[in-house]
């Protein structure tokens, strides 16, 4: 709220600008739970991020809402779990047992196949992807969500002003493009496309067993597996995103590159807002920040470090 964090591994930095317009910034540890060489491994790695992401995030989150308002109380740790509670909470249930639920809808009025047919798990991923479109078109329309994303815009404007070697400032970062290629708008499309992939092979397979003659039953066990699935369809998405923004020389495989990180690059044009000026000035400092890097020029406003 009100800023923005930049992660350079082990650590991140916020930056927030408060009602005062005081830009002010904190360094903080990143935490890690992939800090084994286990949870490194590829294929692994990818839903230990997940986790750390949403933990860090989170955390950051309710610091800059304190940051931002001058006179605010800082968030109790009580507070910080019950929103990480509630933002798995409200995942699970609008992204696994509403389309879920959806699907059955369909089976029922003749639409769609039971449980083990494709057509069940196609109409499950295609409601998840309407429904998270829509859920990012409708919270944009709050003006403090709007916010997040001018500066989620911000971000990537000044790290492309960075990775292309230019003085950077807000007035150059404005001409960059708000769009990156290894953003986290396409982790979350990949995992929505894989999900009516690894569903609709895995879950007739547990189906082959005879769970019970409950049909409630099934579906709650279902539910609960796809709730599992979560792990290996992130793994596999965090692997695929990478893939993506990598660079080559071979033209073809430049191409499939290009090709597969298409459809996260149009969705950031929901996920991400043109960035004001001011924004740009917060987003600038919190690069300036995390790289300490003397050997390129950073132009910055006026600020303050509390830590």
């Not at 002010?24 to 997940?50: A, C, D, N």
């Not at 449980?115 to 078109?137: A, C, E, M, Q, T």
Request: hydrophobic share 50%; aromatic share 12%; proline share 3%.
């Amino acid at each position: 709220m009100g800023g923005l964090i930049m992660r350079n591994y082990n650590q991140y930095v916020l930056a927030v600008r408060n009602d005062e317009n005081e830009i002010l910034v904190e360094h903080h540890s990143w935490y890690s739970i992939s800090k084994y060489s286990l949870l490194q491994k590829t294929f692994i790695r990818g839903f230990p991020i997940l986790l750390e992401t949403l933990i860090n995030g989170i955390k950051a989150l309710n610091r800059s809402a304190d940051l931002a308002e001058t006179h605010a109380g800082k968030t109790s740790c009580f507070q910080a779990v019950f929103s990480f509670a509630a933002a798995l909470f409200l995942a699970v249930a609008l992204f696994i047992v509403l389309p879920h639920l959806f699907a059955l809808g369909m089976e029922y009025f003749g639409f769609g196949g039971n449980i083990n047919n494709l057509s069940f798990h196609v109409w499950d991923g295609l409601f998840k992807i309407f429904l998270f479109l829509g859920y990012i078109y409708c919270i944009s329309l709050i003006p403090d969500v709007r916010e997040v994303l001018q500066y989620h815009g911000a971000e990537h404007k000044v790290i492309s002003c960075y990775e292309n070697e230019m003085t950077v400032s807000a007035q150059n970062a404005m001409h960059c493009s708000r769009l990156h290629p290894r953003c986290g708008t396409s982790f979350i499309l990949f995992v929505l496309f894989l999900a009516i992939i690894v569903h609709s092979i895995f879950i007739p397979l547990i189906l082959f067993f005879p769970l019970s003659e409950n049909n409630v039953m099934i579906h709650s066990v279902v539910i609960l597996f796809k709730i599992v699935l979560i792990i290996p369809i992130s793994a596999c998405a965090y692997e695929l995103i990478r893939a993506s923004a990598k660079g080559t020389t071979n033209r073809f495989l430049k191409i499939f590159l290009k090709l597969l990180s298409f459809p996260g690059l149009v969705l950031q044009l929901l996920t991400t807002k043109e960035p004001s000026i001011a924004q740009l000035e917060v987003a600038v400092i919190a690069l300036r920040e995390v790289v300490q890097d003397n050997s390129q020029l950073f132009e910055t406003v006026p600020y303050k470090t509390l830590d």
